[in-house]
């Protein structure tokens, strides 16, 4: 099963220096396959992709991508771009670039809608209680998806725990996400 480690500022900090030590120290701990750059709040978002990517490419076996930058994801070299539920129409522009995209989806008809226009994987959340993501879907709720869709699905919420990824695993989905599990 695949991982996918997603930044935050509150851990890894906006300062590069910090940054990179923090990102380098979680990617030798986990040896994540996936990583993505998520900072809603920084105004150096570019500088900190930069370093990110820097970093990624000392590890040619983990797929960088940045969130919601199409243009820069492309600009600076990204693997790819991981879009935000509400970009779902971007779909087809950041594949039309060669960036590989990853879709955050919450329910059926999203992951649909992404697996219909392109995209190469989804997270699909909450799965289990994560704090402001709303009622969690359950293991259950996500074997039903993917008994539905053919798209690479991630579990992502709520996932801190090796046993919570060992209940994912059982679901043959291909990957898990998470923020707090990469701490």
Known sequence: ?????????????????????????????????????????????EALAEEFLTISKRYPTIKAFLHREIELAFRLGAYGVHLSSDMLKEIEKAKALGLEVVVSTHTIEEVLFAQDAGADYVTYSPIFASPGKG??????ALRELL???????????????????????????????SIRYFY
């Open 147 to 177: 008994k539905r869709v053919s798209i690479k699905v991630f579990a992502l919420g709520g996932i801190v725990t090796q046993e919570q990824i060992e209940s994912i695993k059982s679901t043959g989905t291909y990957g898990f996400a």
């Open 135 to 140: 009622e969690p879907k359950g293991i259950n």
């Open 1 to 45: 099963m695949h991982s996918y480690l997603i930044t935050s500022q509150s851990f890894y900090s906006d300062t590069p220096r910090i940054f990179a030590q923090r990102l380098e120290e979680q990617i030798i701990k986990h040896k994540p396959d996936f990583m993505l750059l998520r900072d809603k709040e920084t105004q150096n978002y």
